[in-house]
Each structure stands twice: as structure tokens, then as C-alpha cells.
């Protein structure tokens, strides 16, 4: 080490040993360039790389806790996805979907100069991972499916359309936090903590005639979709998930409306011949903070 590193390792204060740093990727779609943001935990010279992606609505936060159990033994990115949190709304709006969502995951993969990653991905985030792993020669090496498969029932697409860009402009964060807790039940039970730090991530201050009010931190345009085309059939995705060929953990909410018994069953012998695990009591989706729900990720990628 040369004596300017000495000098500012005795000086310089210790960054938190999980301490999380935010960064961004410029990536470009069809009518131009966009931002993603993602938040990074862990060692930063660590090789061992998980991505944690997110739900329709929901933001790369959502993982903190899943982060930090992580950080000791991973190098942990938790991006948000287009339109979300930190990063930019896309100015054409019918460019929201899986077309952009997937090329913007791999271009994130290539900036963080890696060869292969781990993947956790809840709803929407496991259907990105479930793209990205059935192509040849794909960087996944271990999948984490989080209450979604290759069927995604319409029932429960009706249910999220009946919300998605809906929310209404809350005068304060406890009105935020109760429209998140109503909207979010199926996420099961949550301590107060829990569903504070949701909301602190889900929503932005805004300023308007009576003063400062929240707004989600998503673009709402991502709901028009489900309004102007919606869907009267259940999504049939079997031929992507019997290409992916690494190793899958599948969860369940046993409640879930997304992802069926049955369809998790078929996942256990088909494809991948993923593992299962179901948490009763929870809906669509296991949110990740509780401690089992952790342990069960964590067993599973230190097993790689």
C-alpha cells in the first residue's frame, strides 16, 4: 500500500461496513437514452454478484433487508427499474415492458464487469430474470423466482390494473403509509418498521396549491397498459422457463393470485425442475423482510 493510502485509511473516517452506495447506468432504448439507478451493498470487489429486481410498482428498496443479510458474503445490486424510483420515466410510455426492462438489466450486468450473476427477482423482477436465463450463453447462474412463474393468472393482472397509476396525491406520509398498507396486503404481516420504510421509498414530497403533499415514486403511466389492452387470459410463458437451465428456487405466497399451487407444482418437474418453498400466510408477494423468507434466499445462492 502506498504511503498516500496510508495516510488517507488513518484519516479518512470508516465507511459502514454496509453502508449502501447509489449509482447509475445510462442505457438506451428505442427512442433514446435513460437512467437506471440501483443501490450497492457489500464489497465492491466481490465477484460474487446478485441482482435483486423488483415488483411492477415497487423500487430496488424493497431488498434492504435481504441486502444486509447478504453483504457479508455477496456484492448486492438492487436496481429500479424504468420509470421507479430513482431512475428516469421513459418519454414514450408505450416503451414500458419487458422489451426495454431486459436489455436494460443485461447493460446493467455489463457495467458492473462481471461475467455471471445470481438473480432474485420478485413478480415482475423474476419474469425479467426468467428472460435473461433462458437465452444461451446467459450471465444467470442461480435463479430466485419470487411468487411468479410461467403462468400469470388474469385474474390477478385485472387486480393490480384496478390500482397501478391510480394513487391519489396524499396530504401526508401516515395517509401514504395507509394506502400502502391497503393496496399491499398480500405482502402479509409486517411490523410497523416495515411498513414505514415501504412507504419512505414509495413515495417523493410534491408541492402544489395547499402545500406539500406524496406522490408514489413510479411513473403512472406503467398502468396504462392494463387499461388500454387488458388481459382476459391467463399469460402463458412455459416455453421461456424450459430453456432456463441453472439452478431455481421458486416462493409462494400460499394466498398468491399470481402464481397458482399448480403452476408451482408443474415448475418442480419441469425446466429447471425448480425447488419450492411456500410462507403461509402471504399473498402475492413475499416481501423478503422476515427472517425465515431471508434465510431461505440466502441458504439457497450460498449453495452455488
Known amino acids: 500500500m ?63 433487508d435481504l441486502a444486509r443479510a447478504l453483504a457479508d458474503d455477496f456484492r448486492v445490486i438492487c436496481p429500479d427499474v424504468v420509470g421507479r424510483g430513482r431512475s428516469d420515466w421513459l418519454g414514450v410510455k408505450t416503451d414500458y415492458g419487458f422489451p426495454v426492462y431486459v436489455p436494460d438489466m443485461v447493460t446493467l450486468i455489463a457495467r458492473l464487469d462481471v461475467e455471471t450473476v445470481s438473480w432474485v427477482g420478485t413478480s415482475m423482477g423474476g419474469m425479467i ?14 435463479l430466485v423466482l419470487n411468487d ?34 391497503e393496496v399491499s396486503a398480500p405482502f402479509g404481516t409486517l411490523t410497523d418498521a416495515q411498513w414505514r420504510h415501504l412507504t419512505q421509498y414509495s413515495v417523493r414530497p410534491v408541492h402544489g396549491e395547499s402545500g406539500v403533499g406524496f406522490t408514489m415514486v413510479y411513473d403512472p403511466a406503467i398502468g396504462d397498459v392494463f387499461r388500454t389492452t387488458p388481459v382476459q387470459e391467463d399469460v ?39 425447488q419450492t418453498v411456500e410462507f403461509p400466510g402471504v399473498g402475492h408477494a413475499p416481501m423478503l423482510m422476515d427472517a425465515e423468507q431471508i434465510a431461505v434466499v440466502r441458504d439457497f445462492l450460498l449453495a452455488g
Open 2 to 64: 502506498s504511503l498516500i493510502s496510508d495516510i488517507r485509511q488513518a484519516f479518512e473516517p470508516e465507511r459502514p461496513r454496509h453502508a449502501l452506495r447509489e449509482r447509475s447506468v445510462q442505457c438506451i432504448g428505442p427512442h433514446g437514452l435513460h437512467r437506471v439507478a440501483y443501490v450497492e451493498w457489500g464489497d465492491r470487489d466481490n465477484p460474487r454478484v446478485v441482482v435483486c429486481a423488483h415488483g411492477l410498482t415497487r423500487n430496488g428498496r424493497d431488498f434492504d
Open 129 to 142: 430474470g426468467m428472460f435473461i436465463a433462458s437465452q444461451p450463453h446467459g450471465p444467470i447462474t442461480r
Open 148 to 181: 411468479v412463474g410461467p403462468v400469470i393468472t388474469a385474474v390477478s393482472l385485472q387486480r393490480i390494473g384496478d390500482y397501478v397509476g391510480r394513487a391519489p396525491v396524499f396530504p401526508s406520509m401516515e395517509a401514504a403509509e395507509t394506502y400502502i398498507r
Open 236 to 274: 402463458d410463458l412455459w416455453a421461456v422457463y424450459e430453456r432456463i437451465a441453472c439452478p431455481t428456487l421458486v416462493l409462494r405466497g400460499v394466498e398468491s393470485d399470481l402464481l397458482e399451487h399448480a403452476t408451482l407444482e408443474q415448475m418442480a418437474v419441469r425446466g429447471p425442475r425448480a
